[in-house]
């Protein structure tokens, strides 16, 4: 547990100002620029974050390098008993966690545990690394030669973290990175920062030897540090397009290994052969869920056919219904967005889509939520007609707004959604499965769901965004993190 000596006040199960986990050991961050954490429902203070320095980042990948002798040394099926030992604790902690997140992020209590699973999922999944880290091999390449592929650790690997899952998204990393015998740092979004503090307390708890996890607080410059620290030999980073980008070109030129998921406008395909109920909540679900901060949350409806009709209104309809409040209520749908810039942004596109000529079918702005009079909450928001060539329909508003754009045929959905800039998720409704086949086949993008509104993949499957939501050639989660977190020696062998 963080250390009471270090001259910081305990609220709400953590620190403040936050503490960083440096070679096992819990340390008040030497920099004085500390930022605010707020609850987005309340503008409540929650604590304060440090902005951690370059020398900050050194002491951490410093300790990495040194754990990493002896850690990957360590047996595989060694490694994965202090994962066996973490899921119990995530698991005992559950309702903790949720709550730091709805408090930092906003997000209901439901979604937060659901954040959660999910996270746990990716702790089982590398509990298999002693099968899944397995090399190949060949006897007899030539007459009494044989050949090993045999797989390493790569060293010491960092995670770069967004505000929106700040529970689940190091999980579709760290995990595997220990697991495959590499030392690890977690530098989490400084908006969210509350939930990776009692995570790591966990972690603590498990008995991994010193250094090897590490969390370090930060912004821009704390990444920087990252990028070119010599020790650090690979990043994976999870945010917007703009950041995965700039981060990409910088680590990658700094010799890293580099995978970078970015942002996304996902569009839901509807047919008239959809079964509407089903279809409307589903998209409800994936448009306004989260306040619409999903990486994978609908923005964009293309209604083919007669589908315009029914599924205008009835979309209408369940998101003026949307109950929105404080996530930690019972009976609340929806919680905040993060912070009130990002409120302000919101209703800025939505007016600017209204500009390009949509209607406006159901205004989220300026609602009165009881009780919400400091938070940054919106309503759900549709803007009806959205002009598919207009600035609107090509950028990720990342808030509760999904735009409607009416088509005639399937190919001219699907043609719709292969020019987007972005790949990360495009959805089907049908009760064909000769269109679905059709859409599979032809759609452009890395995560596609068939009569399904968020198609998030489990952890045994890797997270496949395309084009602008992703930079790299391996995915987060699944065979794409043993392959990312290994290096493959080869071995070829004579004995005479
Ligand atoms: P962000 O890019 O602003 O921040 C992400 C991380 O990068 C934070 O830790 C932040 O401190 C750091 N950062 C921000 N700007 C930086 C800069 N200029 N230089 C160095 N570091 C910088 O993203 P966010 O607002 O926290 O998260 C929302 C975005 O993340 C959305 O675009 C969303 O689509 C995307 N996202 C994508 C996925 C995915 O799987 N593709 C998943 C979750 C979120």
Not at 140 to 163: K, L, Y
């Amino acid at each position: 547990m963080p250390d009471a000596k270090s001259g910081s006040q305990a609220v709400h199960g953590v620190q403040t100002p936050l503490l960083n986990y440096i070679d096992n050991a819990w340390q008040k961050s030497q920099t004085n620029e500390l930022l605010d954490v707020t609850n987005p429902a309340t503008a409540e203070v929650l604590t304060q974050v440090p902005l951690s320095s370059a020398d900050e980042v050194h002491q951490a990948a410093t300790a990495a390098a040194t754990a990493l002798q002896e850690w990957r040394r360590t047996p595989p099926v060694e490694r994965i008993q202090y994962l066996f030992k973490l899921k119990y604790l995530l698991e005992e902690n559950l309702d903790d966690i949720a709550r730091a997140i709805t408090l930092e992020c906003g997000k209901t209590l439901d979604e937060a545990k659901g954040e959660m699973r999910r996270a746990i999922e990716n702790v089982e999944v590398a509990c298999g690394i002693p099968t899944l880290m397995q090399g190949t091999n060949l006897e007899d390449i030539a007459t009494g030669i044989d050949e090993f592929m045999i797989r390493q650790p790569v060293g010491v690997c960092a995670a770069i973290a967004p505000f929106n899952f700040p529970g689940m998204i190091t999980f579709w990393f760290l995990p595997y990175a220990i697991a495959c015998g590499n030392t690890y740092i977690v530098k989490p979004s400084e908006k969210v920062p509350i939930t990776m503090q009692k995570v790591f307390q966990l972690l603590e708890q498990t008995g991994l030897p010193k250094g090897v996890v590490n969390l370090v607080n930060g912004g821009r410059e704390t990444v920087d540090a990252i990028l070119t620290h010599p020790e650090i030999r690979a990043i994976s980073f999870v945010g917007a397009t703009a950041t995965a980008k700039a981060i990409y070109a910088k680590a990658a030129a700094n010799g890293k290994r580099v995978q970078c998921q970015g942002g996304a406008k996902n569009p839901l395909i509807i047919l008239p052969d959809a079964d509407p109920q089903f279809t409307v909540n589903a998209t409800a679900e994936s448009a306004f869920g989260c306040a619409g901060q999903r990486c994978l949350a609908a923005s964009l409806a293309f209604t083919v056919g007669e589908a315009q009709q029914w599924f205008t209104e009835a979309i209408s309809d369940t998101a003026t219904d949307r109950v929105v409040g404080n996530g930690l209520e019972d009976g609340v749908e929806m919680g905040p967005v993060i912070t009130s810039e990002s409120k302000t942004r919101i209703e800025g596109l939505i007016q600017a889509g209204a500009d390009e000529g949509a209607q406006i079918l159901v205004d989220g702005r300026h609602p009165s939520v009881p009780g919400g009079e400091n938070g940054n909450f919106l309503r759900p928001t549709v803007l009806g007609n959205l002009n598919p060539k207009g600035e609107i329909a090509g950028t990720e508003i990342f808030g509760p707004v999904l735009g409607l754009i009416h088509v005639e045929t399937i190919d001219d959905a699907i043609a719709l959604v292969n020019g987007g800039r972005y790949g990360n998720m495009a959805c089907l409704f049908t009760g064909s499965g000769a269109s679905a086949r059709k859409f599979r086949y032809e759609a452009e993008i890395g995560n596609i769901g068939i009569n399904i509104g968020v198609a998030a993949p489990m952890a045994f499957f890797p997270f496949s965004g395309w084009k602008d939501s992703f930079f790299g050639d391996l995915h987060g989660q699944s065979w794409d993190a043993v392959d990312f977190f290994t290096q493959k020696k080869v071995v070829v062998e004579r004995w005479a």
